[in-house]
C-alpha cells in the first residue's frame, strides 16, 4: 500500500515539475492573459444570478414598483459594474499587487 502512494507522488511531484520549474522561456502561445475555463465558469455563474434575481423579484418588485424587472435591472447594473471593475483590476501588474498586498490589508482593516 505504502508503494502505491509513494509511485503515485512521485508521479504527482514529476507532472508538478514538467508543468512548472521550465526554466527555458515560454512559447509566446502558451501564454495566456487569463484562463479562459474560468472566465466561462465566472460567466456563467453570473447569468444564473441574474436569472435567479429576476425570477424571484418578479412580484415583489411589480408590486413595489410597478416595474416587474426593477431588481433585474438594478443586477444587471451591478453586473456590468464588476466587470468593468475586474477588467480595470486585471490590468494592473501582478508585482505591484504582491508588493502592496500587506498595505492594502491594512488598509481595509
Not at 515539475?17 to 527555458?24: A, E
Not at 502558451?30 to 435567479?52: C, E, K, N, R, T
Request: aromatic fraction near 10%.
Amino acid at each position: 500500500m505504502s508503494a502505491l502512494i509513494e509511485n503515485k507522488v512521485s508521479t504527482l511531484r514529476q507532472l508538478f515539475v514538467s508543468k512548472h520549474d521550465n526554466t527555458s522561456a515560454p512559447i509566446k502561445a502558451d501564454i495566456q492573459p487569463y484562463d479562459h475555463s474560468l472566465v466561462l465558469l465566472a460567466i456563467a455563474l453570473l447569468s444564473i444570478g441574474l436569472v435567479v434575481v429576476t425570477s424571484a423579484s418578479m412580484p415583489v418588485a411589480d408590486r413595489l414598483f410597478g416595474n416587474p424587472f426593477h431588481f433585474a435591472i438594478r443586477h444587471g447594473i451591478y453586473v456590468v459594474l464588476a466587470m468593468f471593475t475586474a477588467l480595470i483590476v486585471m490590468q494592473i501588474p501582478m508585482r505591484w499587487w504582491r508588493m502592496s498586498n500587506v498595505w492594502l490589508l491594512l488598509c481595509l482593516l
